[in-house]
């Protein structure tokens, strides 16, 4: 078992910028692709960033790549997603997730999943 806790939501401006962070604990986190997900009201969860263990592969959603950047600690079983320039269209919340996969986009690939951070961008 892996278990993840995401951190660092809140609310913001438009134009800010936001850190989050996933701790992870359990199983060897570094073997495990990490990614972020969002998921806002009435919409479905979205890919948003992953890496894999090694961070020798990153991947964006194609909307996020010029503001939104992933990163991994291995060392200290973290993951994080810097935001800048963030927008009112941002506001999800934003959800951790580990998993071996070769579909990084796809949620169904991810086998442990945090509870979420709230991140709100006002206008």
Known sequence: QVQLVESGGGLVQAGGSLGLSCAA???TFSAYTMAW??????K????????????????YAESLKERFTISRHNAKNTVYLQMNSLKPED?????????HTVDLEIPDGYSYWGQGTQVTVSS
């Open 37 to 42: 997900f969002r998921q806002a009201p009435g």
């Open 44 to 59: 479905e969860r979205e890919f948003v960033a992953a890496a894999t263990w090694n961070a020798g592969v990153t991947l």
């Open 91 to 99: 506001t999800a919340v934003y959800y951790c997730a580990a998993g």
């Open 25 to 27: 604990s359990g199983r």
